[in-house]
């Protein structure tokens, strides 16, 4: 039995690790995954594209094998992505999705979206990728667009299109690398307010201003300083926010604004340009839907 399933990346628009909630956006980065379930009980990874260990695929597996009475089953998982790792870009949400929508596909089941996010949402809290679940970069990875999601209940508040206009340049520093295993929740907690504010933007749909709330108030806290966003800003950018707990930094703008943009955020790093994304991701020949 072969599946496989395409998602995208995601940037953050509210982190959500202070207050349990949080919004996320969909961009063009791609990530496929290929699995083939086996007789013989044995799993191996490969990954193509991009370094990654086989933490997220292995737990995707054990979790899918167990709701599924899959016991005895080998996996072979083949990912191909290119989405660098540990930077913010959501990869490991990203390998969760990707690896689980695989397995569903390859034992023919179509998953009501609320199990989906469930079960993706305990692989990264059980491959320890994520402290809250990460129900917002999920949903951004596998619905696209602009998603607003209660991390705690693992549950969906909203989902819109974003303007196809929009270009994400995203801006990351050669060798600096963030692993939720050694970050510290409590370093958050003293803007819960100012995060709640963001969250409150998000829920109005507004992610444009809540994209740039969040990310003053989390570089500020993270000690990555507030000059880039700034500049930025300054120069174009319509929202600039840290992604996640970084150290990538994502910028929104016009293609007009492209140039300018990218300019000021070169100084902190390799620069990309990227579309945004608002399409669902695939599964073998379906796609995720509400």
């Given at each position: 039995?072969?599946?496989?399933?395409?998602?995208?990346?995601?940037?953050?628009?509210?982190?959500?690790?202070?207050?349990?909630?949080?919004?996320?956006?969909?961009?063009?980065?791609?990530?496929?995954?290929?699995?083939?379930?086996?007789?013989?009980?044995?799993?191996?990874?490969?990954?193509?594209?991009?370094?990654?260990?086989?933490?997220?695929?292995?737990?995707?597996?054990?979790?899918?094998?167990?709701?599924?009475?899959?016991?005895?089953?080998?996996?072979?998982?083949?990912?191909?992505?290119?989405?660098?790792?540990?930077?913010?870009?959501?990869?490991?949400?990203?390998?969760?999705?990707?690896?689980?929508?695989?397995?569903?596909d390859?034992?023919?089941?179509?998953?009501?979206?609320?199990?989906?996010?469930?079960?993706?949402?305990?692989?990264?809290?059980?491959?320890?990728?994520?402290?809250?679940?990460?129900?917002?970069?999920?949903?951004?990875?596998?619905?696209?667009?602009?998603?607003?999601?209660?991390?705690?209940?693992?549950?969906?508040?909203?989902?819109?299109?974003?303007?196809?206009?929009?270009?994400?340049?995203?801006?990351?520093?050669?060798?600096?690398?963030t692993?939720?295993?050694?970050?510290?929740?409590?370093?958050?907690?003293?803007?819960?307010?100012?995060?709640?504010?963001?969250?409150?933007?998000?829920m109005?749909?507004?992610?444009?201003?809540?994209?740039?709330?969040?990310?003053?108030?989390?570089?500020?806290?993270?000690?990555?300083?507030?000059?880039?966003?700034?500049?930025a800003?300054?120069?174009?950018?319509?929202?600039?926010?840290?992604?996640?707990?970084?150290?990538?930094i994502?910028?929104?703008?016009?293609?007009?604004?492209?140039?300018?943009?990218?300019?000021?955020?070169?100084?902190?790093?390799?620069?990309?340009?990227?579309?945004?994304?608002?399409?669902?991701?695939?599964?073998?020949?379906?796609?995720?839907?509400?």
């Open positions: 039995m072969r599946g496989r399933a395409e998602v995208k990346g995601a940037v953050t628009v509210v982190n959500a690790i202070s207050i349990g909630k949080g919004a996320a956006i969909g961009i063009d980065l791609r990530m496929a995954a290929t699995v083939e379930l086996t007789d013989d009980g044995v799993f191996s990874f490969r990954c193509r594209g991009q370094e990654a260990d086989d933490s997220v695929a292995r737990t995707a597996f054990k979790l899918v094998a167990e709701r599924k009475a899959l016991s005895g089953k080998g996996c072979r998982v083949e990912v191909e992505s290119e989405i660098p790792v540990a930077v913010g870009l959501k990869s490991s949400s990203a390998a969760a999705s990707a690896v689980t929508l695989a397995l569903f390859a034992i023919g089941e179509v998953p009501r979206y609320w199990e989906l996010l469930d079960l993706v949402s305990e692989v990264s809290i059980r491959s320890g990728t994520s402290i809250t679940g990460a129900a917002d970069d999920a949903s951004a990875c596998m619905l696209g667009g602009f998603v607003v999601t209660d991390n705690r209940r693992r549950a969906l508040l909203m989902r819109s299109e974003l303007e196809e206009r929009l270009m994400a340049v995203i801006s990351v520093p050669e060798g600096r690398r692993f939720t295993s050694s970050f510290r929740r409590e370093d958050l907690l003293p803007i819960r307010g100012l995060v709640e504010v963001a969250f409150e933007l998000a109005r749909g507004d992610y444009i201003r809540a994209m740039t709330l969040n990310g003053l108030v989390h570089s500020a806290a993270l000690g990555y300083g507030t000059d880039v966003t700034v500049a800003l300054k120069k174009g950018a319509l929202a600039c926010s840290i992604s996640g707990t970084g150290p990538a994502a910028a929104l703008c016009y293609e007009e604004n492209v140039d300018e943009v990218r300019e000021a955020l070169g100084s902190y790093g390799e620069t990309r340009v990227v579309k945004v994304n608002n399409q669902p991701a695939t599964f073998g020949s379906r796609r995720v839907s509400l």
